[in-house]
Antibody
Framework: QIQLVQSGAEVKEPGASVRVSCKTS????????VTWVRQAPGQGLEWLGR????????DLAQKFQDRVTLTTDASTSTGFMELRNLRYEDTAVYYC???????????????WGQGTLVTVSS | IVLTQSPDTLSLSPGERATLSCRAS???????LAWYQQKPGQPPRLLMD???SAATGTPDRFRGSGSGTDFSLTISRMEPEDFAVYYC?????????FGGGTRLEIK
């Protein structure tokens, strides 16, 4: 079955960086996009960005363009999200998700990881 | 594209009908709109992968409709497991956006 398993919780100081991993199984990761979404405590869902199938391109929400890098490692079927220069307001659960294929660019997410809590605290 | 969901919270009893609204700031010409259900401590679950297209495994009591700027999700008869938060999502030309969510709570 399709699974996305994320790395464990992180506690970081302001200004640091965090890298969250997302190991996929049950399908060929490189053939599908990987989307990253976050959810601050008690808040709604916020799209960070996505990496397209075959790593052809990456799309990021404007507010994250200078702080987020998305990558994939096809050899291990793992996706990565790096967030730099952490701020207190970056405290959230970060989700990876498999992006289905749609002709119009991005697509809905049909399978999700369990989430990774990133806490920014001094 | 900004998605506005209403109401913020809906209080219902099991067996009642729920109607959730999602309004887009501009017309979604390709109708790239999805709905997700999220329960506490869990990731979102895809319910509808298009305005009226149910995702695999979505119970028949969930129906989506709409086009242009106005979309809705209807749950014909609330079951205990349906009390959760529901989000609509625009996809297609980036960026992807989510509505603020509608919480369905037990009356």
């Amino acid at each position: 079955q399709i699974q996305l398993v994320q790395s464990g919780a992180e506690v970081k100081e302001p200004g640091a960086s965090v890298r969250v991993s997302c190991k996929t199984s049950g399908y060929t990761m490189i053939t599908m996009g990987v989307t990253w979404v976050r959810q601050a405590p008690g808040q709604g869902l916020e799209w960070l960005g996505r990496i397209s199938p075959y790593n052809i391109d990456t799309d990021l929400a404007q507010k994250f363009q200078d702080r987020v890098t998305l990558t994939t490692d096809a050899s291990t079927s793992t996706g990565f999200m790096e967030l730099r220069n952490l701020r207190y307001e970056d405290t959230a659960v970060y989700y990876c998700a498999r992006e289905a294929y749609c002709s119009g660019g991005t697509c809905f997410s049909d399978h999700w990881g369990q989430g990774t809590l990133v806490t920014v605290s001094s | 594209i900004v998605l506005t969901q209403s109401p913020d919270t809906l209080s219902l009893s099991p067996g009642e009908r729920a109607t959730l609204s999602c309004r887009a700031s501009e017309s979604l010409t390709a109708s790239y709109l999805a709905w997700y259900q999220q329960k506490p401590g869990q990731p979102p679950r895809l319910l509808m992968d298009g305005p009226s297209s149910a995702a695999t495994g979505t119970p028949d009591r969930f129906r989506g409709s709409g086009s242009g700027t106005d979309f809705s999700l209807t749950i014909s008869r609330m079951e205990p497991e349906d009390f959760a938060v529901y989000y609509c999502q625009y996809y297609g030309t980036p960026p992807v956006t989510f509505g603020g969510g509608t919480r369905l709570e037990i009356k």
